[in-house]
């Protein structure tokens, strides 16, 4: 398993239209090109000094093939969509990540 993760920091001024926006489309949109099973957006709570808010948002794809094919086809065109929605309100930072294995505690 494979993880794009996208954190972004989101200047309070436009974090609701961001919020919505995300939320509404831009999750979705990645997620129609077929090349990821799900995606999981959380809030990072740890206070950045810049101030803001910031989430990271990770999508899950089986393969790194798939990843490779979203960057080659898609990428550019759904991140600039953000770009001219939110320019330098917000900062974005990709990561990628490797699931090595899962554990899970044991049920009371």
Excluded: C, P
Excluded at 24 to 46: C, E, P, Q, W, Y
Excluded at 49 to 71: I, N, P, W
Excluded at 79 to 94: P, Q, T, V, Y
């Amino acid at each position: 398993m494979i993880i794009y993760n996208v954190t972004v920091n989101i200047d309070e001024s436009v974090h609701d239209k961001w919020l919505q926006w995300m939320r509404n489309k831009h999750i979705d949109d990645v997620l129609s090109t077929g090349l990821f099973i799900s995606a999981r957006m959380v809030k990072v709570l740890v206070e950045e000094e810049m101030g803001g808010t910031t989430y990271s948002v990770q999508y899950f794809t089986d393969s790194r093939a798939k990843l490779e094919e979203y960057y080659k086809n898609h990428a550019s065109r759904l991140r600039e969509e953000g770009f001219k929605l939110f320019a330098d309100k917000m900062l974005a930072f990709r990561t990628e990540l490797e699931v090595m294995s899962e554990h899970y505690g044991k049920e009371n």
